[in-house]
C-alpha cells in the first residue's frame, strides 16, 4: 500500500486520482481508519497508509504535507495544485470585502494551500540546480505538465510563484487582520 507523508497529503493524492481518473473536481469522500501505527485514508480512488509518526512531526513543524519529498506526487502534480488553489483564492479574494458573513476562509486556506503546494515543488529542487530534474516527474500529469512549459520548472519561477503566493496571503492578512 502506498504511503502518505501526512492526512493532507494523502487525501490530496486521493482528490487527484479521482480527477485523473473521471474528471472529478472536487474532493472524493474519505474515511479514515486508525490502526496500531497509523491511520488507512480510503476513497473511491484508492488507499493510502499515513504513519502517526509522520502526522505528528509534520504538524509539530507546521509542514502542511510533510518533511522530505512526496513520493506520490511529483513537481508538476505540486505546481498543477498550487495553480488550482491560487485561482480559487483569487476568485475568493476578489469576492471578499470584509463584511459579516462572509466567507474569509476560502481565501486564506486557498492561499495557504497555493503557497505549501509550491513549497512542496521547490522541495524537489537540488540545492544549486537551476531547474528540477527529469526524476521530479513521474506520474501523467506531472510529465505532460513538465513536457508543455519547462519554465514553470526552473528556480527562478518556483520561487517567484511561492514568494507571490506567501506574499498574497500575507497582505490579505494585513488588510483585513490576523484572524
Known sequence: MLTARTLAEAEVYLSV?????GGVTETPE????EGPEGWTVSSAAGEVQVPYRT???????GVRFGLGNSLL????????????????????DFEYTGQ??????AVELNWEFARDAMAEALKFLPEGADEVPDEGFWTELGLRTHAQ???????????????????????????YGEQ
Open 17 to 21: 486520482l479521482a480527477a485523473n481518473a
Open 30 to 33: 474519505v474515511t479514515r481508519t
Open 55 to 61: 502526522e505528528d512531526e509534520a504538524r509539530r513543524l
Open 73 to 92: 506526487l511529483d513537481a508538476g502534480d505540486w505546481v498543477q495544485l498550487a495553480s488550482v488553489w491560487a485561482k480559487r483564492a483569487l476568485d475568493a
Open 100 to 105: 459579516p458573513g462572509q466567507d474569509r476562509a
Open 149 to 175: 512549459d519547462r519554465e514553470l520548472f526552473t528556480r527562478a519561477k518556483l520561487t517567484e510563484d511561492y514568494e507571490f503566493y506567501r506574499d498574497t496571503l500575507s497582505d490579505f492578512r494585513a488588510l
